[in-house]
């Protein structure tokens, strides 16, 4: 099975690139008040072991994930 694994940091977590990107984007178009950085992670396993993979692969004390099954088709 696919899988698509969606990882941002968890709120009040400080974004460092975030907040860099948020100045370049004000300073160049302005009105631009937050940008969060995240990540996507592929990961193709067997369904049973995709909750294991996954808190494996991030950080549960500043990470939230949401995972997203990928179609076949794709």
Do not use: P, Q
């Amino acid at each position: 099975m696919k899988y698509e694994v969606y990882v941002t940091l968890r709120n009040g977590i400080l974004d460092k690139a975030g907040n860099a990107v948020t100045k370049v984007l004000n300073d160049r178009y302005g009105g631009v008040e937050s940008v969060r950085i995240g990540k996507i992670i592929h990961i193709e396993c067997n369904e049973k072991d995709i909750d294991k993979i996954v808190k494996e692969v991030t950080n549960e004390v500043m990470e939230d994930y949401e995972i997203k099954t990928c179609s076949s088709t794709g």
